[in-house]
């Protein structure tokens, strides 16, 4: 796919975060950040270890909220967002130290993916009457599409704890693809992997943002990846943005350099 | 020994003697049967054999819209899919050529083939196979039209050479209404004799040849199987290997429109082992590599299985061993070990065969190499009805074949119905029969050095008749060399014994004219892995592994074994091998060491790893060495590393080496 080609489905801000400052106690985890993400793209944050990247990604979906600023999604303006109301809305994440359900198996666990979407009670689900079962068989093919997308179609009643890192990744890719969100959050979705994984996890990356449109945006320490997957980059260091730009003008930029290269502040 | 019958019995003369000649009656006659099945999504998908038929028609249709006529040849790239069968029995039915090629080759290694056999139309499965089209399309410029199955990932694909099956299908419809008559006059125009299908060998030397076989050699071959072992249309396959290798396209597609039965294609190449247990297969074949796959996994799974669980394993695998293949060959057992075996049937075997996915399998072949006794007993033993089996791709495979009851691990069987046997002065086995194949495509040369004036064809493997009338080979001829005194060498023979122990994956011996033998080997990452983590001993991958002074001292001991073993046979007791070393890297066809059926070619590793050889028998204990290794995605890279060359003791000949 040329670059001119990718260009053109970009649309519309969809993500605005507005002068974002986040602090507990007097630690100072975000200073004023503003950065905004567009549709249809892939969008990373980068930053050394302790710049706020996952404190960015976790005010994005709710879990903190920032003392000061806001964040305006598809035009509506939020002064705080609560994880329920982000899942909703169709924002879905994927954890650093990965969050599955050891014992449950691989289709298991991504058909709780597909928990905000189940309408039948708890009793209906458990005796699967006529429209629990219905609505079980619906979902189950959904999860089954993504469970042949993501190339794990032989893992697919194994428990996940019994799984390499590599794969428990992708379990925990498929189950944020379940809710079918518009915006999926990954935070460091090839940390601690071998170079064959992360070049899996990025082509994987690349498909889902290919195939279902879905808006990415991505922690990563690792340059190189990023570099190579995103179409725009966002640069913290200690809490502050010190870059924001398409790969090839953040990798020339001289604050992002002395960041990574650690020069003296 | 002569075994000719008349060919065409009361039966056979009825019956159509193309290939869509057969699928037309199935679809006739068994029309609502099950033909092919498709695991997707998780469900079983089932295709019958009117819903073939149509598929079919529809496809042919839609390559004549494409310029395919008859002669010409149809590339069908990809895994086992329903798809890329109804495409192969599509140009069929045009009188075309389906040219199956092997779907893990890298481009430039299809290119050959694709100028070779003018390919103008290839069906190929998913992205992975489009975007090497479209890498060697400058290099093939008849290649017009590539029609895709999986159009997962192409979206974004623009080139006008490129269309979806869909559009194919859509296509066909346009032109079967616009010519009513157009597929009946095809089917009916197809002859026996025509071409049916090419495959290209793939040859340890050289460049591949295009083998053309005939409708008439590849549907009397798998009659004639058909009939020995009573095949039925009830009969389940599940295909699972290249379909570009004969072996898997006569079991999976020929003996498939020849009996009528129903053939599984898997969800994936890593969910085999689960489909084969949704399945159960009443008919399989598997190479020795895939059967001593799921050994050494079971092995690996028992020794973390309890200590009770262990015993009773062992205790019931023993009884095995000794009685278990005379039952199965209907000998006499003593009623008291017959009891005992029930129970072990109930305890250990029939679980096992189900955890295999073999409860249902009532005839099981394997042939591609020899395979290790070990093996072999082991599968008969709990009660799989495994055979051996003789062939090659010029022979449309069945040229020996083990009937029930008369089964041993170091033949391959009396000659089908219909082939003559005779071995050459030099030890070559010569081989007349109806499935011979045509010719070489385009190769007149080589056609004429392969089969004789009087018909018989050279298979190039050095073998003889035994006293039962059982075929018993020995090695490739032209690999059967001499040592430098004058013994027999036969490296084949050594890299199988080696390859018995579940620890070597692959071996190649050296010893044509030298003074002893020396041996490369391969770790099984799997079971040495295993083994390592067993003993606490950290690795941090193969070339780690390979190089660890504790495993070389556990193939020592292997090839120690070896070695005592030939000091018993006064024609091998020169053989044993005296030093080896273990590979730093994998042997791998992506970088041509193996044949893409993984076989090793000995000439062009010997020249490869030249320095290697050298230093075995140079003597010394180390040798440094970079190697150029091709990724699977076409790049290349270097692997370095200092390998280590160990002794192996060696055992004074039993007898007197005969002068």
Known sequence: MSHTDRDQRIGKVMLDLQNISLSFGGVKALTDISFNVREHEIRAIIGPNGAGKSSMLNVINGVYTPQQGGIEFEGTRYARMSPRRAAEMGVARTFQNLALFKGMSVLDNIMTGRNLRMKCGLLAQAFRWGPAEREEI???????????????????????????????????????????????????????????????????????????????????????????????????????????????????????????????? | MVHAQPAVDGKTSVAPSTFPGLLLQHADARGSRPAIREKDLGIWQTLTWSDVAREVRLTAHGLAALGIKPGMHVAVIGENRPRLYVAMMAAQALGAIPVPLYQDAVAQEMVYVLQDASITVAIVEDQEQVDKMLEVRDQCPDLA???????????????????????????????????????????????????????????????????????HALIDRAR????????????????????????????????????????????????????????????????????????????????????????????????????????????????????????????????????????????????????????????????????????????????????????????????????????ADNGEILVKSPGLFKEYYRNAKATEEARDAEGWFHTGDAGYLDTDGQLKIIDRAKDVGKLADGSLFAPKYLENKLKFFPHIKEAVAFGADRDHVCAFVNIDLEAVGNWAERRGLPYAGYTDLASKDEVYQLLGEC????????????????????????????????????????????????????????????????????????????????????VKIHPVKTFPAITARAA
Not at chain 2, 581 to 590: F, S, V
Not at chain 2, 604 to 630: H, P, S
């Open chain 2, 224 to 423: 004639a199987i058909a009939e020995l072992e009573k095949l039925t249309d009830k009969e389940d396959v599940l295909a699972y290997l290249p379909p570009a290798w004969i072996g898997q396209n006569m079991f999976s597609y020929t003996q498939l429109l020849v009996s009528g039965f129903t053939v599984n294609h898997p969800e994936s190449p890593e969910t085999v082992s689960i489909d084969m247990r949704d399945i159960g297969p009443t008919y399989y074949f598997a190479p020795p590599r895939v059967l001593e796959g799921l050994l050494t996994h079971v092995m690996i799974r028992m020794e973390d299985a309890g200590r009770i669980k262990r015993w009773l394993f062992h205790a019931c695998m023993k009884l095995a061993r000794r009685v278990g293949v005379r039952i199965l060959d209907g000998e006499s057992v003593s009623p008291w070990d017959r009891l005992r075996y029930a129970a072990g049937n109930v305890l250990i075997y029939g679980p096992l065969r189900n955890a295999l996915g073999m409860s249902r399998v009532r005839v099981a072949y394997t042939a591609g190499e020899a395979i290790g006794p070990d093996l072999f007993v082991f599968y008969r033993s709990i009660g799989i009805n495994l055979k051996q089996l003789y062939g090659s791709t010029e022979t449309s495979v069945f040229v020996c074949v083990q009937p029930d009851g008369q089964v041993r691990d170091d033949t391959v069987g009396p000659p089908v119905s219909g082939v003559e046997i005779r071995v």
């Open chain 1, 138 to 265: 619906r979902h189950r093919e959904f999860v089954e599409n993504i469970i042949d997308f993501l190339e794990i179609q032989a893992y697919r009643k194994t428990p996940v704890g019994r799984l390499p890192y590599g794969l428990q990744k992708r379990v925990d890719l498929g189950r944020a693809l379940a809710m079918e969100p518009r915006l999926l959050l990954l935070d460091e979705p090839m940390a601690g992997m071998n170079i064959e994984e992360k070049q899996d996890m990025s082509r994987f990356i690349l498909d889902v943002n290919d195939e279902f449109g879905t808006t990415i945006v991505l922690i990563e320490h690792d340059m190189g990846v990023v570099m190579d997957i995103s179409d725009r980059v966002v640069v913290l260091d200690y809490g502050k943005k010190i870059g924001d730009g398409k790969p090839d003008e953040v990798r020339a930029d001289e604050a992002v350099i002395q960041a990574y290269l650690g020069v003296s502040h």
């Open chain 2, 559 to 642: 090839i120690e074994q070896i070695n005592a073993d030939l000091a018993n046979d006064p024609k091998l007791a020169a053989s044993q091998i005296s030093r080896f070393l273990i590979l730093h890297k994998e042997l791998d066809p992506d970088d041509d060491e193996l044949t893409r059926t993984r076989k090793v070619r000995r000439a062009f590793i010997a020249q490869k790893y030249g320095v290697l050889v050298d230093a075995l028998f140079a003597g010394r204990d180390t040798q440094y060495i970079e190697t150029e290794v091709k990724f699977e995605d076409g790049r290349s890279g270097k692997i370095a590393a200092n």
């Open chain 2, 145 to 215: 039209h590539v029609v895709y199955d999986d159009p997962r990932g192409l979206r974004h694909y623009t080139d006008p050479m490129l269309r979806s099956y869909e559009a194919l299908a859509e296509t066909g419809r346009e032109y079967a209404a616009q010519h009513p008559e157009f597929f009946e006059a095809s089917v009916a125009a197809v002859q026996p004799d025509d071409a049916a299908a090419m495959f290209y060998t793939s040859g340890t030397t050289g460049k591949p040849k295009g083998v053309v076989l005939t409708h």
